[in-house]
T-cell receptor
């Protein structure tokens, strides 16, 4: 089974609007971390936001927030007030506490912000 | 500033050649990783190392080799046995066995077979 599933290959959003990028995960480990990375066309991977499995509140970092629904095993990224510079690939990732040796990445969502 | 340096940024390989991609970090991280990314695709793990002089194969290790002689360095060799090496290669480092700690990535190397 896929550890991380991103079901939206491509998304479009109007500038200044909010957009939600979906991510579901699969693990039986009670301790895990969820991460979102942004990859612009230049290729570097930029860390956006982190959510721990024991965190009671949803993580927020500026215009980014993570909608964490533990029972649903869902960790959606919400970008508010989209900007043209937000156009990029976005990857959801998980790291389990038991093994902790590697990340599991989703296949990514390509976001395009329309002026 | 601490970080990961990958070099070169662009690399061209002739058929049948071995090439080595450099990855150096000054973050004092024990764990280092190599990923391959094909156009429009996600990341696939090639090799990883949690400690000096030790490394493990990832999902697509065939045709690649690595070494970890120093904590700071984790070079990747793309051998002639790798039949389709054209891809974007990302190196990352982290603290092992800590789910709260993310990856730090290098800026990547684009390898093209000519």
């Amino acid at each position: 089974a896929q550890k991380i599933t991103q079901t939206q290959p491509g998304m479009f959003v109007q500038e200044k609007e909010a957009v939600t990028l979906d991510c579901t995960y699969d693990t039986s480990d009670p301790s895990y971390g969820l991460f979102w990375y942004k990859q612009p066309s230049s290729g570097e991977m930029i860390f956006l936001i982190y959510q721990g499995s024991y965190d009671q509140q949803n993580a927020t970092e500026g215009r980014y927030s993570l909608n964490f629904q533990k029972a649903r095993k869902s960790a959606n990224l919400v970008i508010s007030a989209s900007q043209l510079g937000d156009s990029a690939m976005y990857f959801c990732a998980m790291r389990e506490g038991g093994t902790g040796n590697q990340f599991y990445f989703g296949t990514g969502t390509s976001l395009t912000v329309i002026p | 500033d601490g970080g990961i340096t990958q070099s070169p940024k662009y690399l061209f390989r002739k058929e049948g050649q071995n090439v080595t991609l450099s990855c150096e970090q000054n973050l004092n991280h024990d764990a280092m990783y190599w990923y391959r990314q094909d156009p429009g695709q996600g990341l696939r793990l090639i090799y990883y190392s949690q400690i000096v002089n030790d490394f493990q194969k990832g999902d697509i290790a065939e045709g690649y080799s690595v070494s970890r002689e120093k904590k700071e360095s984790f070079p990747l060799t793309v051998t002639s046995a790798q039949k389709n090496p054209t891809a974007f290669y990302l190196c990352a480092s982290s603290i092992p066995s800590n789910p709260a700690y993310g990856y730090t990535f290098g800026s990547g190397t684009r390898l093209t077979v000519v």
